[in-house]
């Protein structure tokens, strides 16, 4: 984007803004091998208003993780900008930057990663309660500990004062969701917060996010793989493939009725709950996976597309509104569909 919007109001903004995304690895004079593009040109939005769960969702390699790393300040953008209730993330202030941290909090994959084993599980709350000043003194930070505890369906006396691994994976994940509430965010990047846990625990964690969004006005970005989940628990969902947006829209229209080709291989791999039924993919022409491709490639879902047309091999399809906020990346749907291989 040219359009510089620095210095404009931020009222009436929405929530969180991704415009015109790149980033590319690899390729450079210090950087040996192939390049390979991990965001497209991504562009999405989430309103805030009201607080919404919207799910990226997507194949191993698609950008999803890059996209929830340049959201948090992980990852820094080759070309585009991350927006915070009309702020460059990128040109915030220090003191933008600490609300901004206070505001948008993370849920990672592997709670047991962001655990010092070291250190009782009370340290990661007294920890930002020091550095963001949430309490006023021990009693009310006691307070507000159990509090958080128990908007996860956590008793204190089962969690704090023990090491990390006295817990469960799903408590120390839910103790993790605690420790952002503590901070009372607007956002919430959850990256695979339930892969690593049992099933029993899997729909407990998915209603904690719900119950988030409806009583605390907490949006989540919520990245995953798992359809059935993003399906359960979403309200928009974003598809992606190789760094590229391909279809995006409310979750009933996106995943009842997929348009993308992508989109319905995804669905048509998930198995049927049903023993007398023989679980059967149609598949794909072989492609290399091993990373998101060459960035100047056109469509990058062509080598493997059953529906490919001429112009899917030399030019990249435009998002195109279908109908209402259903938008879909595809030639299928452009001035040329028509004009297949």
């Known amino acids: 984007m040219t ?139 006691r307070a507000r500990i159990v509090e958080a505890l128990d908007k996860v369906g956590l008793r204190s006396d089962d969690v704090l004062g023990k090491h990390p691994h006295q817990l469960s994976g799903g408590q120390r994940q839910r103790v993790m969701i605690a420790r952002a509430c503590l901070m009372a965010p607007r956002l919430i990047v959850a990256d695979e917060p339930v892969s690593m846990v049992d099933a029993s625990l899997r729909s407990l ?40 947006l391909v279809e995006s829209g409310p979750v009933d229209e996106v995943l009842g009725n997929p348009r993308h080709p992508y989109t319905q291989l995804l669905i048509e791999s998930i198995p049927a709950p049903d023993p007398d039924r023989r679980w059967e993919v149609k598949a794909a022409p072989a492609v290399e996976e091993t990373g998101a491709g060459d960035a100047d490639a056109a469509c990058p879902f062509q080598p493997r597309c059953p529906k490919r047309m001429e112009q899917c091999k030399y030019r990249r399809p435009a998002s195109t509104t279908l109908e209402g906020t259903h938008h879909i990346a595809c030639h299928l749907f452009g001035a040329d569909k028509n004009k297949q291989d």
């Open 3 to 141: 359009n510089n919007r620095e210095n404009e109001t931020t009222h009436g903004a929405p929530l969180l803004e991704v415009r015109d995304a790149v980033k590319v690895y690899g390729g450079g004079f210090l950087s040996a091998g192939r390049r390979v593009t991990a965001l497209r040109d991504v562009s999405l939005t989430l309103s805030g208003k009201p607080p919404r769960i919207t799910a990226v969702a997507g194949e191993s390699g698609s950008g999803k993780s890059t996209l929830a790393g340049a959201v948090l300040g992980f990852v820094w953008l080759d070309q585009g900008r991350v927006l915070f209730r009309g702020r460059d993330v990128a040109t915030m202030s220090r003191g933008e930057r600490f609300e901004y941290r206070r505001a948008v909090q993370a849920v990672f994959q592997d709670p047991y990663a962001v655990f010092n084993p070291f250190y009782h599980t009370d340290h990661i709350f007294h920890l930002v309660m020091r550095r963001f000043r949430i309490a006023a003194n021990r009693r009310d930070a």
């Open 205 to 244: 964690i998915l209603d904690i996010m719900q119950r988030l969004r409806d009583e605390d006005g907490i949006s989540f970005l919520y990245i995953t793989h798992d359809l059935s989940t993003a399906y359960q628990i979403s309200d928009d969902i974003h598809i992606f493939y190789q760094g590229a």
